[in-house]
């Protein structure tokens, strides 16, 4: 009996530490600086700004800004749940809850307030909202190196 219960406890462990592993790949997806191309809401698409700026960092911190202007901040934690890319947005003005997907240099974010629930699509119904981000990449120096 004792043997078969460390195996159970060792299988969770296990599944504990690949599904650990399987949200830090999805935080992977997400780190970076990310540039607003567009928000959509259930009615309308409006276009977003070059200065409107989502920092994701691989601790999961994230900031919200608008040019050097910090709109929101908090921890972001990613998973994926059958075939769905789950993100959860714990902010300083609430928790926002979603569903995203990565196509290559474009980030899209479907959410709604907790409150809400989680969407089920990238389509956004009702209160929902979708965000499409793209990712800023590094400006190459002028700057000659030795």
């Known amino acids: 009996m004792i043997c078969s219960s460390a195996a ?8 504990s530490a690949n599904s ?12 970076g600086e990310w540039a607003l191309v567009s928000t959509q809401d259930a009615k309308k698409t ?5 200065d409107c700026r989502l920092s994701i960092q691989a601790s999961g911190e ?5 040019g050097e202007l910090t709109t929101n901040s908090g921890k972001i934690a990613a998973r994926r749940v059958d075939e769905t890319n789950q993100v959860d947005f714990h902010l ?12 290559g240099d474009t980030l899209i974010i479907c959410c709604d307030r907790e409150v809400n629930g989680r969407p089920t699509t990238l389509h956004p119904q009702r209160t929902q909202w979708r965000e499409t981000w793209r990712l800023v990449k590094p400006r190459p120096s002028s700057c000659v190196q030795p």
């Open 8 to 15: 159970v406890i060792i299988a969770l462990i296990s599944a």
């Open 62 to 66: 994230i900031t919200l800004r608008i």
């Open 20 to 31: 650990a592993r399987a949200d830090a790949t999805r935080l992977d997806q997400l780190t």
């Open 46 to 50: 409006d276009r977003g700004h070059d």
């Open 92 to 103: 300083k003005t609430g928790v926002v809850l979603g569903i995203f997907e990565r196509r």
